[in-house]
Structures are given as structure tokens and as C-alpha cells.
């Protein structure tokens, strides 16, 4: 008797991506906003 393991690669890679994405946009709309101000006025506050 044999037991075989099937994995949802689609799912997986859609899962990744989605995780990917999030990431990038978490990461990249604080980072625009720092961009925006500057070094001193970071500094002060």
C-alpha cells in the first residue's frame, strides 16, 4: 500500500504572491512618506 501527498501548487503560488504583494505595499507606502520629509524635521520630532 502506497500514500501519496498531493500539493495544491496553484494554491500555493497564489497564496505566495498575495503574501508577496502585501508585503511590498506594507513596506512601500511608509517608505513614500518618509521620502517626503526632510532629514531635520524627522530629527526634531
Not at 495544491?8 to 513614500?32: D, K, M, S, T, V
Request: a positive charge; hydrophobic letters at 60%.
Amino acid at each position: 500500500m502506497s500514500i501519496g501527498v498531493a500539493v495544491p501548487w496553484g494554491r500555493l503560488a497564489l497564496i505566495w504572491c498575495a503574501a508577496a504583494g502585501a508585503a511590498l505595499l506594507a513596506a512601500w507606502l511608509p517608505a513614500r512618506s518618509f521620502a517626503r520629509t526632510p532629514p531635520a524635521q524627522g530629527l526634531a520630532g
